[in-house]
């Protein structure tokens, strides 16, 4: 099994920044693709951004240009650097990976962390 924790959610006011950092943890395990992804209130769960194990990265149209995510795999940590955030960028930001671990693939979800953007 991986688990995977985020943190640094908070309460920030529009163009601010915050980043956020998803650190995983299990026994004999190895990560391939991750992800941040978020869900706002009333609204479906939607990727944000995906990274994968040599690097290369894909966004949504929406922060493209204002989002940077990375990864450090001898940590086992991923990252997400917000920066001009927007009210629009509130949601419940969740981790996710792909893992293998105990012989088998399996996706894996963190807990979520809160992102509030006031205007």
């Known amino acids: 099994q991986v688990q995977l924790v985020e943190s640094g959610g908070d309460l920030v006011q529009a163009g601010g920044s915050l980043r956020l950092s998803c650190a995983a943890s299990?026994?004999?395990?190895?990560?391939?693709?991750m992800g941040w992804y978020r869900q706002a209130p009333g609204k479906q769960r939607e990727a944000v951004a995906v990274?994968?194990?040599?690097?290369?990265?894909n966004y949504t149209d929406s922060v493209n240009g204002r989002f940077t995510i990375s990864r450090d795999n001898a940590k086992n940590t991923m990252y997400l650097q917000m920066n001009s955030l927007k009210p629009e960028d509130t949601a419940v930001y969740y981790c996710?990976?792909?893992?293998?671990?105990?012989?088998?693939?399996?996706?894996?979800w963190g807990q979520g962390t809160q992102v509030t953007v006031s205007s």
């Open positions: 996710n990976a792909v893992g293998f671990s105990s012989g088998r693939w399996g996706l894996y």
């Open positions: 299990g026994t004999t395990f190895s990560l391939s693709v």
């Open positions: 990274i994968t194990s040599g690097g290369t990265t």
